[in-house]
DNA sequence: CCGGATCCGTTTCGATACTG
DNA sequence: CAGTATCGAAACGGATCCGG
């Protein structure tokens, strides 16, 4: 967005105010599927994000309540980037997002068995999905995953 | 989105390529929950979004098959659009910002009653809604919206 | 009038280089 | 590793004009 606009009375307009900008939800979905939590590992990832964008995203997601920054206690270089309540109620969002992908990209990029077992049970799955990341996990990447939960679980249960 | 950026694989690139652009979502919204349909609609409607803008964002989401353009029947020198399946695909996000909105939104502009409903029955809802928007309809304006049929269902049906 | 297209000053982005 | 500084390029947005 170039330039603050007029506010409006809409179901969306506070969604768009805050995001705005496709950067901030590639760094949510770094967060949310991958597991990152860092500067260099979002830098890494994000498509080959510049360094300053990044750091203007981070800054007005964290100023947003969005994102909150704390030093890492084993690597005080390090600054760890988390999921705020508020920022795990997006979740849902990138979920439903990540299904419309599913559904009409050519490429079909995402898991497909995931995707669908999210649809067939939405309200425990976000709600599982959520803990997770909330505990420092992520959907697709490392030990403890939400794939991996779901894997052990069996597709029956 | 300045410039196109590398393609990865990831569950929501495809959305974001697709969208990458708050107006875009602003379009979408008037239809979904307006029930606005014209190139003018659009213009008095989305925040004052100039001219150019807008004509540059409905073409492209036309290019990308999630609006389609129709001459008005009725009045010749109009143009109708309207959501494709793909377009009519984009409303589960819409709520679940809408629903994020309405829970972070300090000014609150989103109208609770409804959010608290579609909450209550997602599966139902998104059906009730897809099919309301597909013929026409939106969910707050005109005669035939959703919020009237829920009225007229009443809350406990 | 409606739906755009064109022009043009201004803003913001993004690649690279640089610093603590 | 985690950011800042610089600067050219691109997109924005307001005004204006045009075809039907």
């Known amino acids: 967005m170039r330039q603050r606009r007029r506010r409006s009375t809409c179901p969306i307009n506070f969604f768009v105010e805050a995001f705005g900008d496709s950067w901030s ?3 949510i979905r770094d967060i949310v599927f991958f597991g990152k939590h860092t500067f260099g ?3 890494s990832s994000s ?3 510049a360094s300053n964008i990044l750091a203007s995203r981070l800054a007005r997601l964290e100023q947003e309540s969005i994102l909150v920054k704390a030093p890492d ?4 270089r390090k600054e760890i980037y988390s999921l705020t309540e508020k920022g795990l109620d997006l979740i849902p969002i990138l979920l439903e997002m ?4 599913a559904k009409h990209d050519p490429e079909t990029s ?6 669908a077992r999210v649809n067939a049970d939405k309200e425990n799955m976000f709600r ?3 803990e997770t990341v909330r505990a420092g996990g992520a959907i697709f990447a490392g030990p403890g995953s939400v794939v991996e939960q779901l894997a052990v679980a069996g ?3």
Request: overall charge negative.
């Open 128 to 130: 599982l999905i959520r």
């Open 110 to 115: 995402a898991p497909l068995a995931f995707v």
């Open 73 to 76: 206690e084993s690597d005080r």
């Open 155 to 157: 597709p029956g249960s």
């Open 25 to 27: 939800f590639l760094i």
């Open 98 to 101: 990540a299904n419309w992908s």
């Open 47 to 49: 498509e080959g994000i």
């Open 41 to 43: 590992e979002f830098a």
